[in-house]
């Protein structure tokens, strides 16, 4: 199965009722695009997508006008009831991000694997080997009826699914009686753009069952899978617990292998600026303005993800088994680890932008250095060439222009000049001026 990329914004559920929301119409004042009332936005949105007249002129400002319009159409929706809060997909947006169950029964002497793309199944896959652990992969969240139904199905809570959904959700856990909930984001780098972009993953852990949910159908648990094909690996004999250990694992050994090649990058940066000399510029500032973008929004990734991890080492003992204490508290050891590279990259990128204008700056005040030293030289010979510019006649008096009817008086006088300058030379070289 090839791999979808699915809208990480799909459109939402269109209410029928208008929201008082207090403080709303001081909001959207600051955009006058749309009234606040929902039915009229659903109205003006369906009569522009079904308009089938002549195409009119694009408005240059379009995308802000989108933006407004989803302004308005979020702050209709505060104050929901809880788990209500769930987009719609459209059918022809459904059909692309298809969603799918990867479906894996295993005990210490066999494993089972389907996929399937019925909630019903999945859920009499779970049912009829409930003594074994089973885990269903949840490949793609962006089909509401599906997930409604498989919610229902296996008896999740509302809230649940709404926060699988809510692909904004920040990483944390919670602890329902004997269910455990992790959401958090697996990172990876756009080739294009270079730039860190997140998937949201939720897991949810039951005795014997374990769902997690990705928002792609990309492999990213590929690493897990082989070792569960493994009969001798840990993950067949260790139970669900460990499987949900595994699967944060990859999260967290993603965004740390990725935070060691950021953290090694600014490193070279900063090395290659402090060996270079002072008239070069081996990393441009718009190479570091770029990397310290990264930065932050890896360190956006990174620390919350720290903290989920922290509340799952401290809330586990209600719902694992006290062995896996070991290995969250190496899990929690990665995160921070994570975390401090971030973070120590961004302070580097901080210091290397600091370092870049302090080098600008000392390169201006070398040639301010110079050109003032230059000016200072020619100040006394444009006197000179002043005073004897004044054309007073010598036959008047003899105190008017000296020299002027020497035979040797206008080499006598760049002479001087010259003499002059020289000695100012050695003394702004003497005193390390120039």
């Known amino acids: 199965m090839g791999n979808r990329i699915c809208s990480s914004f799909p459109a939402r559920k269109k209410y029928q009722s208008a929201i008082f929301v207090p403080g709303l119409e001081t909001v959207l004042s600051r955009f006058p695009l749309l009234p606040i009332h929902s039915n009229f936005l659903q109205s003006h949105l369906m009569a522009k997508k079904d308009s089938k007249g002549p195409q009119q002129e694009t408005d240059p400002n379009d995308n802000t006008r989108k ?7 979020r702050l209709s929706r505060a104050g929901l ?23 894996f029964r295993f005990s210490p002497e066999e494993l089972v694997e389907e996929q399937t793309d019925d909630p019903e199944e999945a859920r009499n896959f779970f049912k009829n080997g409930e003594k074994y652990s089973t885990w269903i992969h949840v490949n793609g969240v962006h089909a509401v009826a599906k997930l409604r139904a498989f919610g229902e199905l296996l008896d999740l809570h509302p809230l649940t699914i709404e926060d699988v959904m809510n692909l904004w959700a920040r990483p944390r856990v919670d602890i329902n009686k004997d269910e455990l909930f992790f959401t958090g984001r697996a990172v990876d ?15 949810v852990l039951r005795q014997n069952l374990i769902i997690s949910f990705s928002e792609r159908e990309d492999d990213l648990f590929r690493s897990v899978k082989m070792r569960l094909h493994n ?21 967290v050994d993603r965004l740390l292998l990725l935070t060691e090649a950021v953290e090694e990058i600014v490193v070279d940066m900063e090395e290659s600026m402090l060996n270079e000399a002072d008239n070069t510029d081996p990393v441009p500032i718009g190479e570091i303005y770029r990397r310290k973008r990264q930065v932050l ?29 070991i290995y969250l508290r190496d899990l929690l050891d990665h995160s921070r680890r994570a975390a401090e590279r971030v973070e120590h990259a961004r302070g580097m990128l ?23 030293v230059i000016g200072t030289i020619f100040v006394p010979l444009t006197f000179v060439a002043g005073v004897y ?8 008096s003899p105190w008017n222009m000296p020299l002027i009817d020497n035979y040797w008086g206008y080499p006598i006088c760049l002479g001087g000049m010259v003499v002059f300058a020289a000695v100012m030379v050695g003394y702004f070289k003497r005193r390390g001026w120039l």
């Open 81 to 103: 009831p809880p788990g209500e809060d769930l987009p719609e997909i459209p059918s022809a947006f459904d059909r692309q991000c298809h969603t799918t169950f990867d479906l």
């Open 67 to 73: 933006l407004r319009e989803k302004l308005h159409e």
């Open 389 to 396: 510019g004044m054309n007073f006649d010598p036959q008047v």
């Open 297 to 325: 929004r890896l360190n956006r990734l990174a620390f919350p993800l720290r903290d989920a991890i922290h509340d799952l080492h401290d809330l586990s003992p209600e719902v694992m088994d006290r062995s896996m204490g």
């Open 350 to 372: 901080h210091d290397l932008q600091d370092f870049h204008s302090a080098r600008q700056d000392n390169r201006i005040n070398r040639t301010m250095q110079l050109l003032t």
């Open 189 to 203: 780098i756009e080739s294009k753009s270079s730039h860190p972009k997140g998937q949201q993953v939720s897991i």
């Open 231 to 251: 009969s001798g690996s840990r993950i067949r004999s260790s139970g669900t617990a460990f499987l949900a250990y595994s699967l944060i694992d990859t999260l």
